[in-house]
């Protein structure tokens, strides 16, 4: 949403109570008064829906046992934690990032995960090389697009496409949220030996054919 500057004439006394709760929510001062007088005239802006869907999405995710959802008031990012069917028990961090606009994509995932064991490593880089192929074939000709991605040292980035259609706030958060459990499932369970590689790919295109919204 486009910003404009605007001069204001307040008092004193209200710009220190508007600072000291800026900074307890972890907000700018302009940031505090716009959210607030968005809320008085009832406007939803793209900050305050993104925190909507983090809500949801975190009452979705809270009964779930494999995943522990974690986000901050105001925050533009949600982490997801989740442990490993692997010796040691090794932690993966999901973070989701959503962005206040964006034609082509609305935000990212990424998933990091910090371990020592080169064959882990080498397993997990074989797993995200292959998510990459199984969504160019059975994600990419349903979105029309490429499916954004990068693999860097103990981080795998995703770009969240724009979605396939207009779609509610529970509805986008249900989107993302089976997302990540799909992603967290398929993985853990290539890793630990249950799923093949031609398993991960046959489960991820029958979900994926279920899906009414794409990201």
Known sequence: MKKTLYSVLLDEGVVREIDRLAHRNGLSRSSLVNQILAEYVDMITPERRIGDVFR????????????V?????????????????????????????LQPSGDSTIGELSVIFRTQSASLLE??????????????????PRLGREIQCALYENRYVRQLAAPTKDCSV??????ISGYV??????????????LS??????????EASQRKILI
């Open 56 to 67: 949801a999405m975190e009452d979705l995710l809270r009964p779930d046992t494999e995943l």
């Open 69 to 97: 959802p974690f986000f901050a008031p105001n925050a533009m990012t949600m982490s997801m934690k989740s442990a490993l069917d692997y010796k040691y028990r090794p932690t993966v961090k999901y973070a989701v990032e």
């Open 123 to 140: 397993a997990m880089d074989r797993f995200f090389r292959l998510w990459k192929r199984t969504e160019d074939l059975y994600l990419a």
């Open 170 to 175: 529970d509805e986008l958060a249900e989107t």
């Open 181 to 194: 459990r799909m992603f967290d499932r398929l993985m853990k369970g290539y890793l630990a030996g249950r």
């Open 197 to 206: 590689a031609s398993d991960v790919a046959g489960q991820y295109d029958a």
